[in-house]
């Protein structure tokens, strides 16, 4: 499946200072499935991924909002991406309780077929994973931008399909302060 997020690029461009509050729109080529997030990623003009971190996103909608840090003071210029995280509708839960530096876990629970390997979201908190029988072991922890938390015996554990980034890129520009003056 193909997602686009609709933004309005004329409102990515800022100047030093802004804290940019930009919204758009998830479509895809069918009826869009139910996600369990939206991530923004934003890029150096080298390619090199500056951050990637959850927008607000609302279900019913498709639209979601792009809070773009304090990373515009440091960068003049970058690429935003837009990633939908489908969800597969697969769950399991902890058998016990997870710290916040805790690397694995059993899990309980046996609805679908799950991936060896991806994402999933554990309350608040993104993870990334791998899993050997109903052993989930947390590749990386608070992944974009969450933080890694303690989760209780029997939490849920919420599985994403597919992390498909959606079509176009955005390019972002951020001008001095002094640009924005019209010499007289």
Known sequence: MRYRADIDASALVWKVGDKPDVRGLI????????????????YAPSGVVVSESVADYTLATGAFKLILPEILTQRKEGLVYVSALEDSTYTRTLSAGVSATSSSDTLVGSTGTLQSSGFALIESEWVQYTISGTTITFVTRGLFNTTAATHASGATVKFV???????????FVVRDVQELWTPI
């Not at 399909?161 to 390019?171: F, L, N």
């Open 161 to 171: 399909s597919v992390k498909d980034t959606c079509t176009p890129d955005y390019p």
């Open 27 to 42: 479509k895809a080529d069918s009826a869009i499935p139910t996600l369990l997030g939206v991530t923004v990623r934003l």
